[in-house]
Every structure is written in structure tokens, then in C-alpha cells.
């Protein structure tokens, strides 16, 4: 039997936790914001250590998520789902409860698949609940088009940092060769760059490798090579007090959640010279995606797609306005999607 229990949280409009232990369900879901409509973000499956990480972690993401759709333009807000498990002990049985869990917000939150859950997935929870996108026959696997939305975001700061958005011979360290990162390095190596690659499962960096043309570092070192871009596409917090010092890239921009361990560290990068495409800017091809299933005309990809292309105009208007105020780019991104969060608020005020 699912129990469902409030964890009282400042700054957010509903966390909750399931327990279930006849499919051995726990789970928490995060609604940060629905001020711009429903709030819609992936459902993670991750053997965090306690359950107070997985609460820190879905606080996180699902704030990045409201940061994200705001960003993009779209009529969503935030929210995020975690799965504390074995990701190699998933059942279908697991996913259905997860779908009661989802159903039982009625409707302010929608799911998808991220981190360790697929398309299959989604169909089990979408048997309980229909309140999930990322469905086989609509939108499908969002992967690709987050990796392609990163793609666009690599662009628009290659121009910025370089003065041209040719990345012909431009060295990317990818972190993580999962379906977004392996994705990522084949877009960068079909456009002429050159992929070094790494991953906490050395058969997934080597497989990146084999198809582009790349070379293989430990985990341990990707974060130091020399490079033009570093590229996280695992975990969040690469991004930190550690590891920030032994950059040696001109460019950060990677389709990993919530890069920034702390806010801070936006600010570290652009006194290193360093220059950020946000996370929740770049990365926003796949929730893009997943959007265009909502609407009343249904799911068109080339619609989606074009709705993509605005990644790039985005992000050279966080640029100018980190310029013009003398303010990190990550700040800068969060004041463009705070803008249109209070527009809307005002407007629903007034």
C-alpha cells in the first residue's frame, strides 16, 4: 500500500514522500513552482546513500526545472521526481506505484524519464497516471534532443568566447557517456571537433570513443585535460571549490543538472576567466521536447525543434546582460527566467 506523507519545506509549493513496501517504492516528489503552469520535470532512479540526499538533490532540480521552462518560454513550472534504488532493480510493479505517487498531485506535476529510466518505464507509470510525457509514439526518449539543444548551447558560447561558432578542431572533455553525453560527443565529432571522453563505466566512454574518434581519460582527470570546452554530462556539483582551479578550458557547457554545487561558484568561474552556458539554459532541448506533447495539436517534432533554435538567442542575451551589469553568466540566466516568472505573477495579480 502507498504511504504518502508531506515533507514541509520553505520555498516550495509541495515535497512529498511514497513509501511503498510491497513494490519497494520510496520516493520523493519536489514541486517548486507552478506559476507558469503545471510543474513538469523528469523521474530520476539513483542509489542515493539516505534519503536525505535524494531530498537535496530533487530540491535542487526541481528548482533548476522552474529556472529551466522559464528560460525556454514555455507554460511550465518546476518540479522533479527521485527514485531512491538500485537502478539494476527496477520492476514494472515499481514504476506503477511511482505512477499512483504521480497521480495523487493532480495534475501540478508531470514526470519523464531522466537519469537511469526509460521510455519503458514511463509506459508502467503512465498505466496509473496521465500525467507523463515521453511516451513511445509521441515525443519518445527526450535524449536526443537534449543533447541537441546542448549542441545549440555550444554554438552561441563558442561564438561568444571564440568569435565564431565553428567547432572544427575545438577539443570537448565530456563527463559522462550516458545517452545524452554519447549523443552530445557524436553531434561535436560529425561537426569536426575532437572528443576526449570519460565515464564511471569505462566500456560506455570506450563505445563514445569507438564512434567518434575520441580518446578515453579516467573520471578522475576529465576535469583537468587540456581543452577547449569541459562538457559535464553525468552529475551535478563538477562544478566547485575543487575542481575549478584545474579547468583548463575557455568554456563550460555540459547537459548535467544543477553543474553549480553552490551559487558561488558561477561567479568562480567568470573570475577565472571561464565562460558558462547555464545548465538549465542549454540543457532545455529535451524538456522542449517533451512540451510539445501537451498542447492540443499534439507532438510535431520540427514544431520542437524550432522552438530549440531559441537556445542560442537566449544565451547571447545572458551574455549581453552579464556584460552590461557586470554579473556572472549564471546569474545572469537566473534574473531572464525571474523576469518572466514575476511578469506572469504581477499579471495574474493584477
Known sequence: MLEITDIPTE???????????????HAIISVHSTVLGPALGGMRLWAYETEGDAIFDVLRLSKGMTYKAACAGLDLGGGKSVIVGDPAAKTDDLFKSMGEFVESFGGNYITAEDVNTKVEDMAAVNSKTQHVVGLAGKSGNPSPYTAWGCFIGLRACMEEAYGSSDITDKVIAIEGAGSVGSAYAKLIADAGGKVVVADIFDESAQKVAAATGGIVVSPDAIRSVECDVYAPCALGGSINDETIPGFKSRIVCGAANNQLLEDRH?????????????????????LINVYNELGPEGYEEQRALGMMDKIYDNLKEMFAISKEEGICVARAADRFGERRIEAVREGAVN
Not at 520555498?11 to 517504492?25: I, M, N
Open 266 to 286: 558561477g561567479k568562480a568561474l567568470k573570475e577565472a576567466g571561464i565562460l558558462y552556458g547555464p545548465d538549465y539554459v542549454v540543457n532545455a532541448g529535451g
Open 11 to 25: 520555498g516550495y509549493e509541495s515535497v512529498k514522500r511514497a513509501v511503498d513496501t510491497t513494490t519497494g517504492l
